[in-house]
């Protein structure tokens, strides 16, 4: 059975996730969304917003862009490891 788990790096990038536009509640609940919505995505092998760099400092990592947020990710067996986090407008 397939999963999603999340680095050590990917976990603690999330977690200091903040927004000024809202509470730490919100944020708390908008990132539980956004986790569930990922992990959806990533288990769905018919969707296609995934693309796998071929060249450069990630090449043969894939990533998929949601919410503006960009997620870098490899298969390791049965499992989808997320292995960083890019937030909105991170350069």
């Known amino acids: 059975m397939k999963r999603v788990v999340l680095s050590k790096l990917a976990k603690k990038k999330i977690q200091h996730y903040r927004n000024e536009?809202?509470?730490?509640?919100?944020?708390?609940?908008f990132l539980k969304k956004l986790s569930a919505e990922i992990e959806d995505l990533l288990l769905n092998p018919f969707l296609t917003r995934r693309y796998t760099d071929e060249w450069g400092e990630c090449k043969g990592i894939s990533r998929m862009i949601h919410r503006k947020?960009?997620?870098?990710?490899?298969?390791?067996?049965?499992?989808?490891i997320i292995l960083a986090i890019r937030f909105p407008g991170e350069k």
């Open 21 to 29: 536009h809202f509470t730490e509640e919100e944020t708390r609940i």
């Open 69 to 80: 947020f960009k997620f870098y990710y490899e298969m390791q067996g049965d499992d989808i």
